[in-house]
């Protein structure tokens, strides 16, 4: 029996369930590096997640970092209660809503006036 499985429903929508650790993170990344490419917004669900620690945060704060310099959006659901806790309890819990949505470049100043 496989420790955790990756859905894909189709439109960028995904579930992913089973445990979400140290041991499983960095499998779980590589899984949905080329199912993750072909989409501009991805919505992952993590009610079936039923073990998670300090690595599964990591992996869900590299997924954005990921989302934001390939401009994508990324937004997580049912959030698991310990990932929750253990981003609060870091500080980097504000860094969990990063990639819901891409606001894109910043414009540069127009023209100054009088010049």
Same mark, same amino acid.
């Given at each position: 029996?496989?420790?955790?499985?990756?859905?894909?429903?189709?439109?960028?929508?995904?579930? +992913? #369930? @089973?445990?979400?650790?140290?041991?499983? =993170? /960095?499998?779980? *990344?590589?899984?949905?590096? !080329?199912?993750?490419?072909? $989409?501009?917004?991805?919505?992952?669900? +993590? #009610? @079936?997640?039923?073990?998670?620690?300090? =690595? /599964?945060?990591? *992996?869900?704060?590299?997924? !954005?970092?990921?989302?934001? $310099?390939?401009?994508?959006?990324?937004?997580?659901?049912?959030?698991?209660?310990?990932?929750? =806790?253990?981003?609060?309890?870091?500080?980097?819990?504000?860094?969990?809503?990063?990639?819901?949505?891409?606001?894109?470049?910043?414009?540069?100043?127009?023209?100054?006036?009088?010049?």
């Amino acid at each position: 029996m496989s420790e955790f499985a990756l859905q894909d429903h189709g439109g960028g929508r995904f579930s +992913l #369930s @089973g445990h979400m650790t140290f041991h499983t =993170a /960095g499998k779980i *990344l590589r899984e949905s590096e !080329i199912p993750f490419e072909e $989409h501009t917004r991805i919505e992952v669900d +993590l #009610s @079936g997640v039923d073990e998670t620690d300090s =690595a /599964g945060l990591a *992996l869900l704060l590299e997924w !954005i970092t990921w989302a934001n $310099h390939t401009v994508r959006e990324i937004r997580f659901t049912d959030m698991p209660e310990k990932i929750d =806790a253990i981003a609060k309890t870091t500080e980097v819990d504000h860094l969990l809503r990063r990639g819901e949505r891409w606001a894109g470049f910043i414009d540069a100043p127009g023209p100054l006036a009088g010049l």
